[in-house]
C-alpha cells in the first residue's frame, strides 16, 4: 500500500520541486520511504508503506526494459504470474512483477491481477502510458490536468487540488492506453454485466452451502499474506467476525492475532467482539471515543477521505480514531468485513425487495457504487494513519460466488431466526460448521458501522448540527468545499432519495414513514429494537 503520484506531458516540462511538494500530501499513505524518479514526459513520485517485502528491494518505481511502474495496493496472485510469465524477481514485493508483465502483455494485465490496485506504468520509449484501477475500486484513484496540459494521476484528490483545472475520479475496471492525457477509457471488467444467478433447486442447497464456505476460505486466504504485523477489525458483526474466525482458523492456534473494536461507552459491538474474540483466541483490543472527540475530528476526517456524504462521514470518524490507535500498537495491516452487505443483500432494506429480479440488480449497483462509499471510507480513513485495508469480501472469485448463487437463497425471507426473516441467511448457513462462530454473532442482526459504534453517535452529531442551526449535509459541504476540493467528475451527484445506505431503486421497496434517515436503525418494523 502506498501512496502514487505522477505528472507527465504539457507544454513545459514538470517541475520536480512542486512534484514533490504535490506528493507529500498523501504522504500518510506511505510514512516508510520517499522516491522521485524521471520517467519519459515527466516524474514519478511515491509515498511508501512497506507491507510486503520491507527491504530496499521493495522499493517503487520499478522499472524493466522500457517500462516503469507504480502501484498503489496489493497484488495477490503475483507469485503465480511471475511462474507463469517467467519473470524473475530481486525481491519479494507483489509490485515488481508489474513493468515485465505489462511488457509482455500489454493492455489485459489489469484483467489479470487478482487484487485492489491503482498503477500507471510508462513506455519510456514511446511515452506512452498505461493506467488501470482494480474491479471495485477498493484503491483510491485520480486523475487531471492543468492549463499546459499536463496529466496528473494520484491516489488522493488534494495532491491535484489547486493545481488541477479539470479533476476525475478514475473509474473503478476501467484502464487507459495512450499520450499522457484524459483520453478515452477501455473498461477491462465485465463481470458484472455477465452474473446470471442459478436457478434454485432445494436439493442442491447442501452443495451451496458448500461453495460458499469454501470460497470464503480461499478469500480470505489469499490475503493473509505480509510481512508485517497485521489484525482483523472486529466489530462483532457477522461480516467481521466471519473473516477473523477464517483467520484464526487458518493461521492455526499459535498465530498472534490481534483484533480491534472501537466504540461509545454505550456501543453494543464490545460485547459482541469480547465473544469472538474468547472463542477464537485473538488478542483484542478495545477502544473508547466520546461523541465530542468524534465531532471534534469532523474537518480532519473529511480532508482526508475527502467526500461530504453523510453516513461515509459518520462512519469514518471512528474508523478513523480506531486507524490511529492500531498504528500506534506497530500494526500495518488489517483485513476487514467491507463489502459483504452489497454482494449478499445484507442491509436491512432487502427485507422490502420485491422479487428476485430487483434484490440481484440492486445488489450489482451498490457494488458498482462502492468505491464512493465504504471502500472510500475504510481505505481512507485507515490510510490516514497509514494503516492497509484489505476485503475478503471483495475478492473477484467470492463475488462470481455470491452473484450467480440462486438469488432466492440471499432474499431474507430464504431463513428464519427466532421466527422472522434474517438477512444474510445463506452466508450465516453456509458458515454455520466447524465450531466456527458463537451462535449470538453469527444469527446477529445487521448494525450499519454508525450504529454499533453506539446509537448516540448520530444523536449527538444530529443535536450538534442543530445547536448551530445547521443539518449534517450542511456542515460536512461547508467543510468540503472550504478545503478547496472539487465536487464536479468526483462526487456522484444526489439523484433521488435514499434510505438505510440504499439505491434510489430499493428506497423505493420502502413504505412511506418506515425509514427516516440513511441509518440502519431507522427501519421501523425490521431493526430490533423496534420489533422488541
Not at 238 to 263: C, Q, V
Not at 305 to 315: G, K, L
Not at 465 to 489: H, I, K
Request: charged share 20%.
Amino acid at each position: 500500500m502506498c501512496g502514487i503520484f505522477a505528472c507527465l506531458g504539457g507544454a513545459s516540462e514538470c517541475d520536480r520541486v512542486k512534484c514533490i511538494q504535490l506528493a507529500l500530501r498523501q504522504q500518510h499513505r506511505g510514512p516508510n520511504d520517499f522516491s522521485c524518479e524521471h520517467v519519459t514526459g515527466g516524474f514519478f513520485c511515491f509515498c511508501r508503506l512497506s507491507v510486503m517485502d520491507q527491504s530496499n528491494l521493495g522499493r517503487q518505481p520499478f522499472s524493466h526494459g522500457n517500462c516503469t511502474s507504480m502501484l498503489n495496493g496489493e497484488v495477490y496472485n503475483h507469485v503465480q504470474l511471475a511462474t507463469e510469465f517467467n519473470i524473475a524477481r530481486q525481491g519479494t514485493s507483489d509490485c515488481e512483477i508489474i513493468p515485465e508483465l505489462f511488457s509482455k502483455v500489454g493492455v489485459k494485465m489489469a484483467s489479470l491481477l487478482s487484487g485492489m490496485f491503482g498503477c500507471i506504468v510508462v513506455e519510456n520509449d514511446t511515452g506512452n502510458i498505461y493506467i488501470a484501477r482494480d474491479h471495485i475500486g477498493i484503491q483510491p484513484l485520480f486523475w487531471g490536468s492543468d492549463t499546459e496540459g499536463r496529466l496528473y494521476v494520484a491516489s488522493e484528490q488534494k495532491c491535484l487540488a489547486g493545481v488541477c483545472d479539470r479533476i476525475e475520479d478514475f473509474p473503478p475496471r476501467h484502464y487507459y492506453y495512450g499520450p499522457p492525457v484524459m483520453g478515452d477509457l477501455t473498461k477491462w471488467y465485465t463481470a458484472m454485466e455477465s452474473w446470471v444467478p442459478e436457478i434454485y433447486n432445494p436439493l442442491n442447497e447442501s452443495a451451496v452451502y458448500d461453495r460458499v464456505y469454501n470460497a470464503m476460505y480461499n478469500a480470505v486466504e489469499r490475503m493473509l499474506p505480509c510481512t508485517c504485523r497485521f489484525g482483523v477489525l472486529l466489530s462483532g458483526g457477522l461480516d467481521s467476525s466471519l473473516i477473523a474466525a477464517f483467520a484464526r482458523k487458518i493461521l492455526g492456534p499459535d498465530h498472534e492475532l490481534h483484533t480491534f473494536t472501537i466504540g461509545l461507552e454505550d456501543a453494543r459491538d464490545f460485547q459482541f467482539a469480547r465473544d469472538v474474540a474468547d472463542h477464537i483466541g485473538s488478542i483484542h483490543h478495545e477502544f473508547h471515543y466520546t461523541v465530542q472527540q468524534g465531532i471534534d475530528m469532523i474537518p480532519e476526517v473529511i480532508s482526508k477521505i475527502e467526500t461530504p456524504h453523510t453516513t461515509t462521514v459518520r462512519s469514518s470518524i471512528p474508523n478513523y480514531l480506531l486507524g490511529k490507535s492500531i498504528s500506534s500498537l506497530g500494526i500495518k495491516m488489517v483485513l476487514s468485513g467491507e463489502g459483504s452487505d452489497e454482494a449478499w443483500a445484507g442491509y436491512l432494506y432487502f427485507h422490502y425487495a420485491p422479487n428476485n429480479q430487483e434484490l440481484h440488480a440492486e445488489c450489482i449497483d451498490k457494488l458498482s457504487q462502492l468505491h464512493n462509499y465504504d471502500c472510500l471510507r475504510a481505505n481512507k480513513s485507515m490510510m490516514a494513519s497509514s494503516v492497509e485495508v484489505r476485503v475478503p469480501f471483495l475478492d473477484p472469485d467470492l463475488l462470481d460466488v455470491a452473484m450467480t448463487l440462486p438469488t432466492t437463497m440471499k432474499h431474507p425471507k430464504f431463513v428464519t431466526h427466532k421466527g422472522r426473516p434474517i438477512e444474510k441467511g445463506l452466508l450465516r448457513r453456509a458458515c454455520d460448521r466447524d465450531n466456527l462462530l458463537p451462535d449470538s454473532v453469527l444469527w446477529r442482526q445487521k448494525e450499519q458501522f454508525s450504529d454499533s459504534v453506539g446509537y448516540s453517535w448520530i444523536d449527538g452529531i444530529k443535536e450538534h448540527c442543530a445547536s448551530n442551526n445547521s443539518t449534517e449535509s450542511e456542515l460536512y459541504y461547508s467543510v468540503f468545499r472550504g478545503l478547496g476540493y472539487q465536487e464536479e467528475g468526483v462526487i456522484p451527484a444526489t439523484v433521488g432519495k435514499t434510505v438505510a445506505c440504499s439505491t434510489v431503486r430499493g428506497a423505493s421497496w420502502v413504505p412511506e414513514g418506515t425509514a427516516k434517515d440513511d441509518s440502519g436503525r431507522s427501519m421501523a418494523t425490521v431493526h430490533e429494537s423496534f420489533i422488541e
